[in-house]
């Protein structure tokens, strides 16, 4: 307990002239000393961590995607195009200032959007390319923004996330990836106009410009408009990577118009012009998006176009086994640390693809079905000390999975 004669031990205030005295073993500390300690401290990790920023190894195009095949199974166009993107973009950040006498060229940022069903691996490749290059990354769901001043969240609030994800340095999340998902959920209704605002559409995409382009955004710290007395942190947004990502539902049509009025003439060749229905995805184009919805600012503002094909059979046969953190080896895992052996029979790992293929779950719904087939053992086994080995063989899968809730589903 600090007396009215005690003096803090750094600046000299007494007790009188400080709201707090912090008494130590043989000195005091005021509340005054304690911020400026503080201030000192989170100057110092920011520059250190700004010289790690400047000494990013940039791997090249072909050694990322050889770094996403590890994770990601199939969709080489997308990996294709991502990789190129990533390393243009990062080099861009990284390149020297122009030396005196050169002409000095400003290299634009070039923002991606990936078109794709669901379960098809769009966060998973934006989070795996994150994690590569060691960077702040955060996912932003577009379907709660709304414009400014209506129920929901603001546009800024994307940004307060990767701050969040970057321990608020400053330096460090003005060199991240933001992930937009369900970038098709803020389409514009309808080309009419209407006596209503669209706050949650078009609204919404006019406030994501400024991000995209990139601009000095003033962001609350904690995000919403719940605290209206926090201080801003200003942001720049050039040097951020925006990747979106978007199922699109219905676009199919859109592009399949638009194919079926190219289908006429007299330069039509019916070799060349093969329309591959089940993947129709592929010929999407700038065009489209702007006719789904989306207002051709934002599109010129995600000049980088990809598409993710539709998981097949075979793909979803190898997405359980083949990458670095397949599904099967994740519950392996889990297993072997109650040091039980997991194993499955090549019949109960096709039942389980067979599955989400009928349920159409995609990717994400494997685990579901995994977890259903699993969960009794996971249950039971733990508590069991004589247990070492349990085989998955086809019989188990179906009588577990014929009793969950999964299996309850309506087949779409």
Do not use: W
Request: charged share 30%.
């Amino acid at each position: 307990m600090a007396k009215e004669t005690d003096r803090c031990s750094f600046c000299g205030r007494i007790k009188a002239e400080t709201n707090v005295l912090i008494a130590g073993l043989e000195g005091h500390i005021c509340d005054l000393c304690v911020e400026q300690a503080q201030a000192i401290i989170r100057e110092e990790m920011s520059s250190s961590h700004e010289v790690r920023l400047g000494d990013i190894k940039l791997l090249k195009p072909a050694e990322i995607k050889k770094y996403l095949d590890q994770y990601v199974i199939g969709q080489e166009e997308a990996k294709r195009v991502l990789s190129v993107a990533v390393y243009n973009h990062y080099k861009r950040i990284t390149q020297p200032p122009s030396k005196e006498g050169e002409e000095e060229i400003e290299i634009e940022k070039s923002n991606i959007v990936i078109v794709g069903e669901t379960g098809t691996g769009k966060t998973l490749l934006a989070r795996t390319i994150a994690r590569m290059l060691h960077v702040p990354f955060c996912i932003a769901d577009a379907t709660v923004l709304t414009e400014a001043g209506y129920v929901g969240e603001d546009v800024e609030s994307i940004l307060s996330r990767l701050l969040q994800a970057a321990d608020y340095n400053v330096a460090a999340a003005e060199k991240g990836i933001i992930f937009i998902d369900e970038i098709d959920k803020i389409a514009r209704k309808s080309d009419n106009p209407s006596i209503t605002r669209d706050v949650s559409g078009e609204g919404v995409q006019q406030a994501l410009l400024k991000l995209l382009e990139g601009a000095d955004v003033n962001v609350p710290p904690q995000g919403g408009r719940k605290h209206p007395e926090q201080k801003m942190i200003q942001v720049n947004t050039h040097d951020i990577l925006f990747i979106a990502g978007g199922a699109f539902n219905a676009i199919d049509k859109i592009i399949g118009s638009r194919l079926q009025t190219n289908m006429i003439g007299y330069n039509f060749d019916k070799e060349k012009e093969q329309i591959d229905k089940e993947n129709i995805l592929q010929y999407i184009a700038p065009g489209d998006m702007k006719d789904f919805g989306l207002i051709p600012e934002i599109v010129g503002r995600l000049p980088v176009l990809s598409y993710l094909n539709p998981l097949d059979e075979e793909a979803l046969r190898r997405i359980l086994t083949e990458p670095k953190n397949s599904l099967i080896k994740q519950f392996t895992k889990l297993f072997a640390m109650d040091k039980i052996n997991l194993s499955f029979d090549e019949e109960a790992l096709n039942y389980m693809v067979e599955k989400s293929i009928e349920y159409k779950l995609g990717a994400r719904g494997l685990r579901s079905i995994l977890e259903a087939i699993l969960t009794d053992a996971m249950f039971d086994l733990p508590s069991n000390g004589d247990t070492s080995d349990l085989r998955v063989t086809l019989e188990y899968a179906q009588s577990k999975f014929k009793k969950s809730n999964v299996a309850r589903l309506k087949v779409a």
